[in-house]
């Protein structure tokens, strides 16, 4: 199953070092059941893009989390046996948990910012706290940050990445 791990250039640059995401259980997205039933027009592609994008999001929460972190969303690719996969009973729909690490060779992305998005990452980082508390302009902030496409990485361009 291809799963959405939200991370940050600091994250990542633990996760190729380490050779492996780790510990488990992990925070991660996918194509569920329950966003193939909310988003019942969509293909694949646009099911995988929508499990993605909440990833991002969950990516603007670990940089949050962490000041020193460059100011760019990062998410990685990556195949998971069926059976290390949960769905997680959450308002999010595509939200899963892996059951164990990730070896580096179930990595098949990362997925990162350009540098032009920082200033709307960074603001919406900011806008976040209140977002989540439901105010309709800082869910706008957010949603800014949404409006930049992810640039796509293979593992072997990580190291120049990083």
């Excluded at 962490?66 to 990062?74: K, W």
Aim: charged residues 20%.
């Amino acid at each position: 199953m291809r799963v959405y791990l939200p991370s940050t250039l600091a994250l990542l640059a633990g996760v190729h070092a380490a050779r492996e995401i780790a510990p488990a259980p992990l925070t991660a997205y996918a194509v569920t059941p329950a966003l193939r039933e909310w988003y019942a027009g969509g293909d694949l592609e646009e099911l995988e893009y929508a499990a993605m994008t909440a990833a991002a999001r969950a990516s603007l929460g670990l940089l949050a989390a962490d000041p020193s972190a460059p100011r760019r969303r990062v998410v990685l690719a990556a195949e998971i046996p069926d059976q290390s996969v949960a769905r997680v009973p959450d308002d999010e729909r595509a939200l899963v948990a892996v059951s164990e690490p990730v070896p580096w060779k179930w990595i098949a992305s990362a997925h990162v910012d350009e540098l032009a998005a920082v200033p709307d990452v960074t603001a919406a980082i900011a806008a976040l706290p209140a977002a989540e508390a439901g105010d309709d302009d800082a869910l706008f902030t957010v949603d800014g940050a949404e409006g930049h496409e992810l640039l796509w990485y293979a593992t072997q361009e990580l190291q120049d990445l990083l």
